[in-house]
């Protein structure tokens, strides 16, 4: 064989496309639904056409540049960006092919301007996220010409037969069940290698005997193999067409000089230095998979160094599939090509659908384990099987805004159909939706507490908190999340570090006035603007029944004044008169108090607060108390509680020192406090 018209041909799926993977995903989704809807008023634009017309594309971007969505530089080709930017809103049925909002996206802007995310639904989910959850119902792929797959149908039949995957089941397998054969073929293979017990080793596959089983399943590259094997020579032309590349083949020339230097030592057997360093030289130019070809190679990934002594002395065997038949090397070698070059596509595309499926909330990534949360595992179990026939069809209603059971015969959901779902499994005998709710939220905080023990650990908390003070925010993100703005963690973190602080006392969901993920980890919605934190105490030995409202931000001290000083009075009077002169209180809290900021909060304690629609309530006097994050971190690092903590703020309280020496009689009382051996900051 001479030619090869060998082309791609996709065996998997991908949500959404890699130019569309945002940080603060349903924020800057809200921000450009609201975006979009402002453009097509613009009288320029409203009778436009989007498909097209480069113009209106390009003026689009240059829209939302203005508006500061897009932080970076100019780019290069305008429309293609503004193409990029949408297509994950209209891939979801929020915009229509000409980029107008649909009733799907009007919904979801309509509750993200409310500003209310509250359930709604039976399933326990966010108002927002009930309808992300009916969409994904219907969103589906064309993976080729004609050929369809629903993902979030697909992981639902998955999730209800295993009840659980595994992060590398979720993102190596999941993705390959592009129809009904596939699929059965992969939950195959995930009972094979989930088989334990017996009296006898039972061999079982791993991902990569799986993942290569199914890709030497599609003829085309069953066909360039066999090319591959019977090319007299080989060139770089051969990679260009027996590396089967989506885009450009060009890039497949970059295999050819790691094939001439395996060979060299493989066939011809040569260890000379020069043989060895071409190898990792060639193994370098394949920056994009270089670690996954040492693995494939040496079965290790040390420093290099160690490799290339090891395979200088013989001490090192090249991994079991580099052989002397020249046939077999080939076949080998394109095995072990096309294994990595999916693995790694499949590695970039788990990010997109983990973020797209997160939307829903209904799924549950975490300790590497991916699963149906409480309310819908149970839900989804009683749905009959034949549900699942629609995980292979185009859905032609993307763009309407749909109740369940319009999306499919066989989805309900009432009252009774899931109370009789959850006692059943649960044993329990609830009679009202509301035992439900409660029950979710125990089931929550058991969770909530488990994510602590794990990710919030003391020690963990102060790095982060120590983060914060240096604005180092990538390692925020990573160390946290990055679906939520650095501001909005900020309140997090205080909120898990105020309820260990308080020896996780009360439900303090409802002390966080924040958007939850399924996870339990924060969101940030477009809206904005909700920064209170309200801790509720019941009556103890140390203090009596009260509320303590916690504000923090990272302003500077110049806009700390500007942006703090009145608002948070402001909060604490309102809360203060809607609770009739409850005994409460407020904690301020800051990377860097401003003094002036520090003195208009201490003389707030001789002002009076006016409240109610005639100002007829009056609030005279109430206690702020600032503190900097330096302070919050050493009591963490103390382990000193509330119980302590309270009494402190009180006594200081009613010092008459002026606002600096206060704020410094404040840090030395907590200073003072020798510090408690305990568990909490390992």
Known sequence: MTDCTLSFKSFYFCLGTTSFRMQDFNK???????????????????????????????????FIKANGFLKDGEAQRKAKDAREKTSGLRDLGLIDDNRRLTAVGSKILDISKSGNFTSDNLLQIPKDSF????????????????????????????????????????????????????????????????????????????????????????????????YFIREKIVTEDTFCKIGLNRKSKVYDKRYFPLYKALKKISL?????????????????????????????????????????AKLKNGKLPLQYWITHNEDLFREAFFKAMHLIKTRKTLEDYYDLNRRYLNLSDTILFADNIVK??????????AIPVDFYNIAFKKSESLFELQALNEISQYLQCNENFLLNIINHQNNKHFSQIGEIKQFVIDEKIQRFNTLINKKFTGKNLIRILNNFKTRNDKEINKLVTDNADIPTIYE??????????????????????????????????????????????????????????IEVTLSDSTNQRRMEMEPVSRHLGDYLVSHNGHDSYCVFLTNNLNLNVISDFR????????????????????????????????????????????????????????????????????????????????
């Not at 450009?32 to 453009?39: E, R």
């Not at 050929?147 to 295993?162: A, D, I, Q």
């Not at 503190?627 to 919050?632: A, V």
Request: contains cysteine.
């Open 492 to 549: 997090y973190i205080t909120a898990i570090a105020w309820y260990e602080i308080s020896d996780r006392q009360g439900d303090i969901f409802s002390f966080m006035n924040l958007s939850l993920d399924a996870d339990l980890l924060p969101k940030t919605h477009a809206a904005g603007g909700e920064a209170d934190l309200i801790f509720q105490y019941e009556t103890n030995e140390a203090y009596p029944k009260h509320s303590l409202l």
């Open 268 to 308: 011809e057997n040569d260890r000379s230095d020069e043989a060895i360093e071409d190898l990792f030289s060639a193994i370098r130019i394949l920056s994009y998979v270089s670690n996954h070809w040492v693995t494939a190679l040496f079965g290790i990934f040390p420093i290099k160094n160690e490799i290339i």
């Open 28 to 62: 800057k989704i809200e921000l450009q639904l609201d975006l979009l809807s402002k453009f097509w008023h613009e009288p320029e634009f409203t009778n436009q056409q989007w498909t097209g017309n480069e113009h209106v594309q390009e003026a689009y971007y240059n």
């Open 603 to 682: 003389s707030r304690r001789h002002t009076e607060y006016y409240g109610g629609k005639n100002s007829d309530t009056v609030i005279h006097g109430m206690m702020i108390i600032p503190l900097e994050n330096d302070l919050l971190i050493s009591i963490l690092e103390k382990n000193i509680k509330y119980t302590e903590l309270y009494k402190i703020f009180h006594d200081v309280f009613n010092s008459e020192l002026p606002p600096k020496e206060w704020y410094g009689e404040l840090k030395s009382k907590i200073d003072d406090i020798p510090p408690r051996c305990t568990s909490f900051n390992s």
């Open 131 to 226: 309808i992300y959850f009916q969409q994904l119902l219907k969103t589906h792929v064309e993976v080729n010409k004609g050929v369809y797959v629903r993902p979030y149908v697909v992981l639902l039949r998955l999730l209800n037969k295993f009840q659980y995957l595994t992060r590398p089941e979720f993102m190596y397998l999941f993705p390959l069940c592009i129809d009904a054969d596939t699929t059965d073929l992969v939950e195959k293979y995930i009972c094979m290698m989930r088989r334990r017990g017996g009296l006898r080793p039972v061999w079982t596959p791993d991902i990569n005997y799986v993942l290569l089983r199914l890709i030497m399943r599609q003829r085309n590259y069953q066909e360039a193999c066999d």
């Open 372 to 381: 149906l949360d409480i309310i819908p595992k149970h839900y989804f179990s």
